[in-house]
C-alpha cells in the first residue's frame, strides 16, 4: 500500500514565478492537507482540501491556492514567488470523517515533501 | 489565537537516560494534542495523540505524554531512551470547536542521542 507521495522531490524557482506541487493521498483517504516548513520551523498549515473544496484555511495570501481532483489527488499552486517562499512543502493525507470537524481525530499521513528554493 | 511553544530546541542525552521534552499551548478552550516524530531522512510520523479521557497518553516506541489542563502542557516522556531516538519532536494542538480551527505545530525539539 502506497502511502502519500508528492512530487517533484526538489524544485528550484526565481522570484515572481509560479509553481505547482502535487500529492497523491494514501489509498483510502479522501482529504488532503498542505502545509509549509521553513527551516527549523514546525509545519505551518496552509489548507485543507474534501471533495474537492477548500475546507480550512491557515493564514496565508492567495498566492496559495489549491485543487482537488476526483481522484483525491491535490495540487498547491503559488504565484508571484517570493523568497521568503523557499521552503519544504508537506501533504498530509487522511480519512475525513463524515463531519465537518471530525477530520482533526483521524491521524493524518504525511508525505515526503517538495522542497522549494526560490531564488 | 492558538500558539504551541517547545521551549527545548536542542536536547542531548546519553542512552538509558530519561527523557522528557516540554510543551505549552495557549488557547483556553478545548483542544486536541499531538506528538509527532520525525526520524533523519524519514516521513513526520504521529508518535501520539490525546483527545479526551486519560491524561496520560501512551503512543509507540515506549513514549508516553501527560496532559495538565490546568498548565496548559502536553510533555513528552520516555524513562530510557535509545540511540534509534534520535529524531526531531513536534507538539501540536488543534482546537476542534473553534471557528479557526486548524492544526498548529510548536517549531520542534532536536533529540541527539549518544550511544
Known amino acids: 500500500d502506497a502511502g502519500v507521495t508528492q512530487s517533484p522531490t526538489h524544485l528550484i524557482k526565481t522570484r515572481g514565478q509560479q509553481v505547482t506541487l502535487r500529492c497523491s493521498p494514501k489509498s483510502g483517504h479522501d482529504t488532503v492537507s498542505w502545509y509549509q516548513q521553513a527551516l527549523g520551523q514546525g509545519p505551518q498549515f496552509i489548507f485543507q482540501?474534501?471533495?474537492?473544496?477548500?475546507?480550512q484555511r491557515g493564514n496565508f495570501p492567495d498566492r496559495f491556492s489549491g485543487h482537488q481532483f476526483p481522484n483525491y489527488s491535490s495540487e498547491l499552486n503559488v504565484n508571484a514567488l517570493l523568497l521568503g517562499d523557499s521552503a519544504l512543502y508537506l501533504c498530509?493525507?487522511?480519512?475525513?470523517?463524515?463531519?465537518?470537524?471530525?477530520?482533526?481525530?483521524?491521524?493524518?499521513?504525511f508525505g515526503p515533501g517538495t522542497r522549494l528554493t526560490v531564488l | 489565537a492558538q500558539s504551541v511553544s517547545q521551549h527545548n530546541h536542542h536536547v542531548i542525552l546519553s542512552e538509558a537516560a530519561s527523557l522528557e521534552l516540554g510543551c505549552n499551548y495557549s488557547y483556553g478552550g478545548t483542544v486536541n494534542l499531538f506528538w509527532y516524530v520525525q526520524y533523519p531522512g524519514q516521513h513526520l510520523q504521529l508518535l501520539l495523540k490525546?483527545?479526551?479521557?486519560?491524561?496520560l497518553v501512551k503512543g509507540i516506541k515506549g513514549f508516553e505524554a501527560e496532559f495538565i489542563k490546568s498548565k496548559f502542557s502536553f510533555n513528552l516522556r520516555k524513562p530510557s531512551v535509545q540511540w534509534s531516538d534520535t529524531a526531531e519532536y513536534f507538539c501540536a494542538v488543534n482546537a476542534p470547536h473553534s471557528s479557526a480551527s486548524k492544526i498548529i505545530f510548536g517549531s520542534g525539539t532536536r533529540l541527539s542521542i549518544r550511544p
Open positions: 490525546y483527545f479526551s479521557g486519560d491524561p
Open positions: 482540501y474534501y471533495e474537492e473544496e477548500e475546507r
Open positions: 498530509a493525507s487522511s480519512p475525513w470523517g463524515g463531519l465537518a470537524g471530525s477530520w482533526w481525530y483521524n491521524e493524518q499521513f
